[in-house]
T-cell receptor, first 115, second 114 residues
């Protein structure tokens, strides 16, 4: 069965630095992959989607890459701020190109940005 | 903030009881998915409802059931509660026919089973 691994459970960085979060997947090839942010006690919030034919996607200080050869997506936050502290979740569809609303979430990486 | 609302926000039940959780989807969305998120884990897909019918189910037993109403709101019912059912239950709405699975999540219901 497919498996999603996010690089670490926790990442601590200093304000102003770039945070890089990793999502690795095995046993299938998703046609796209989404990243969500989740704050404690809240539901996940959609951030970015990247498709398999896109190498990179940007939104303000956020950048996502998708390497189908390495089966890996990287999520970068540049010029990080304490307000970026949250858990970040990687979510490809459960089935390769599914548009049926079934996402397969990793366990997330808890990012802490300290001043 | 999304337009997805859930009730109640917190709930405490004892083992063996039954619980009903409610979700109102975002305006214009016709599909509701339910996820269970245990502490320290990512959300796990329970099932999805579209046009008032179950449309896909994750690896959850039949004691997890649901409904969708004509206004697209939805309920999640769990019978014979077990301690391991303690989790954050998330409802997510989306629009069927969209090109991707972007989900708009509600704030969740925190269920504690004692």
């Amino acid at each position: 069965s497919q498996k999603i691994e996010q690089n670490s459970e926790a990442l601590n960085i200093q304000e102003g630095k770039t945070a890089t979060l990793t999502c690795n997947y095995t046993n299938y090839s998703p046609a796209y992959l989404q990243w969500y942010r989740q704050d404690p006690g809240r539901g996940p919030v959609f951030l970015l989607l990247i498709r398999e034919n896109e190498k990179e996607k940007r939104k303000e200080r956020l950048k996502v890459t998708f390497d189908t050869t390495l089966k890996q997506s990287l999520f970068h936050i540049t010029a990080s701020q304490p307000a970026d502290s949250a858990t970040y979740l990687c979510a490809p569809p459960a089935d390769r190109g599914s548009t049926l609303g079934r996402l397969y979430f990793g366990r997330g990486t808890q990012l802490t940005v300290w001043p | 903030e999304t337009g997805v609302t859930q009730s109640p926000t917190h709930l405490i039940k004892t083992r063996g009881q039954q619980v009903t959780l409610r979700c109102s989807s975002q305006s214009g969305h016709n599909t509701v998915s339910w996820y269970q998120q245990a502490l320290g884990q990512g959300p796990q897909f329970i099932f999805q409802y579209y046009r008032e019918e179950e449309n896909g189910r994750g690896n959850f037993p039949p004691r997890f059931s649901g409904l969708q109403f004509p206004n697209y709101s939805s309920e999640l019912n769990v019978n014979a509660l077990e301690l391991d059912d303690s989790a954050l239950y998330l409802c997510a709405s989306s629009s069927r026919g969209a090109s991707t699975d972007t989900q708009y999540f509600g704030p969740g219901t925190r269920l504690t089973v004692l």
